[in-house]
């Protein structure tokens, strides 16, 4: 039995997907957690390719920096609203 046979796409797409959801459960910074829903987002794309979904593999291409760059304006916001909290406070 090689270790090389458990090296596979599939294997490698849900380790990633195990990796970032732990990351996004477990880590408390909120850059941190871009990382990690980043890396979760990989696997998946890992996923779909591996299980020949090509169409759908497009689209999560298309669609992910986006998501990426939303949830990066929403942190920049929640940042400005709580150092005006501490201001007014």
Known sequence: MYILEFVNL????????????????????????????????????????????LDVAFVIALLSPISIIVFLMSFIKINEIRSKEEDNA
């Open 10 to 53: 599939t294997n490698i797409s849900l380790l990633l997907m195990f990796v970032g959801s732990l990351g996004i459960i477990f880590l408390s910074k909120p850059l941190d957690k871009v990382i990690m829903l980043s890396l979760l987002e990989a696997g998946f794309f890992a996923a779909v390719v591996a299980f020949k979904y």
